[in-house]
Every structure is written in structure tokens, then in C-alpha cells.
T-cell receptor
Framework: EDQVTQSPEALRLQEGESSSLNCSYT??????LFWYRQDPGKGPEFLFT???AGEEKEKERLKATLTKKESFLHITAPKPEDSATYLC???????????FGAGTTVTVRA | DSGVTQTPKHLITATGQRVTLRCSPR?????VYWYQQSLDQGLQFLIQ???????AKGNILERFSAQQFPDLHSELNLSSLELGDSALYFC??????????FGPGTRLTVL
């Protein structure tokens, strides 16, 4: 069965203090690793898709990277508006559903 | 705004009742997915429809059912509701083998 594990569960950062979130996965036949941002009570907002090891994607202060076993979401010089829960999900060759990790809740203090 | 709409935003009902959640996908997306998010289970896949046909099922309870109509909107029906069914229910849509875009969700509270 596909497994997606995110760490840490929670991260408290000072504004401007860069950090990284981890998403490790055990799947058969990865067909995509997805990062989403979710604000409380809202739907997940799509950020990135990564398909193969070595791939990197960037958007503003966020950068996602992928290896054969894990993905990292780097937050550079975060601002309070980056506070959210960041979800990692995988899609495998068996079907089109997404299997999600439990998420990392990031709090950025001014 | 993802382009996916869901109604209602909130639903409060009693145990044993039946409710219907509605989802309209993004324009052009043929695939619709339903997910349940609870505090202890996280985001869990329920069911997928593609162009009106059921494509995949997750750990969806027999009390739950869904369908996708010719205009591509989808409905999730939850019956014989229990306290444990209280959760956020999300619909997502995609062109199929691509990233999924989520709606704002329906918060279901079963009293």
C-alpha cells in the first residue's frame, strides 16, 4: 500500500527564517508527486507537480525538489502569509487518485 | 479560486439522515474526485468519476454513493448518517492524468 509520511508535523518560524519540509514516500510506480497548500477550513491549493528524481520547481519563496524516496519543500525567507498546512500527495501508475500525507503546519511569526 | 464549486458550504443534520453534496468541476475537466478530510484521518480518497462513469473507488462506505451527470457536475450522497461522518468533504477536478484542483469544500456536521 502507498505510504506518504510528512515531517515535521508542525514548524514555527520567525519571519525570514528559511526552512525545509520533508515528504517521504513508498509507492509502486510513482506517476507524480504533488504539493498543496491548505488554509484552515479551505480547500487545498495546488502548488507543484514533480515527476522524476532531480526535478525542481519554484514559485515565489517556495521551491520543491524530488529524489527517488522523498521530496522537500524549501521555504526561503518566509513571511506571515506563508503560514498554512502544506500537504504532499502521490499518484501511482495504478490509478489517478491522490494519496496524501498528514501535512506540515507552518506558522510564521512577524 | 480554483474554478471548482461546491454547495452547500455548511450542512448540519442529525444522525440517521441523508444528505446530498454537489460539485461543479472546472470548465473542460472530465474527471471528478471526492475526498473526505477529518481530524484523525487526514484527506482520504472516496471515489472518482470520469465523463459520467465510475473510475475508481477508495475506502468509501456502502452508505455513501456518488454519480456524475451528463453536464459533468457530480453529487455525493451520504445516508444513515453517523456522528463519525462529520468532516470536510472536498471535490476535485482534473483533465484526468494531471494535477487536481480542489473546491472550497462542504463542512458536514452530524448531531
Amino acid at each position: 500500500e502507498d505510504q506518504v509520511t510528512q515531517s515535521p508535523e508542525a514548524l514555527r518560524l520567525q519571519e525570514g527564517e528559511s526552512s525545509s519540509l520533508n515528504c517521504s514516500y513508498t509507492v509502486s510506480g510513482l506517476r507524480g508527486l504533488f504539493w498543496y497548500r491548505q488554509d484552515p477550513g479551505k480547500g487545498p491549493e495546488f502548488l507543484f507537480t514533480l515527476y522524476s528524481a532531480g526535478e525542481e520547481k519554484e514559485k515565489e519563496r517556495l521551491k520543491a525538489t524530488l529524489t527517488k524516496k522523498e521530496s522537500f519543500l524549501h521555504i526561503t525567507a518566509p513571511k506571515p502569509e506563508d503560514s498554512a498546512t502544506y500537504l504532499c500527495a502521490v499518484r501511482t501508475s495504478n490509478d489517478y487518485k491522490l494519496s496524501f500525507g498528514a501535512g506540515t503546519t507552518v506558522t510564521v511569526r512577524a | 479560486d480554483s474554478g471548482v464549486t461546491q454547495t452547500p458550504k455548511h450542512l448540519i443534520t442529525a444522525t440517521g439522515q441523508r444528505v446530498t453534496l454537489r460539485c461543479s468541476p472546472r470548465s473542460g475537466d472530465l474527471s471528478v474526485y471526492w475526498y473526505q478530510q477529518s481530524l484523525d484521518q487526514g484527506l482520504q480518497f472516496l471515489i472518482q468519476y470520469y465523463n459520467g462513469e465510475e473510475r475508481a473507488k477508495g475506502n468509501i462506505l456502502e452508505r455513501f454513493s456518488a454519480q456524475q451527470f451528463p453536464d459533468l457536475h457530480s453529487e455525493l450522497n451520504l445516508s444513515s448518517l453517523e456522528l463519525g461522518d462529520s468532516a470536510l468533504y472536498f471535490c476535485a477536478s482534473s483533465p484526468l492524468a494531471a494535477e487536481q484542483f480542489f473546491g472550497p469544500g462542504t463542512r458536514l456536521t452530524v448531531l
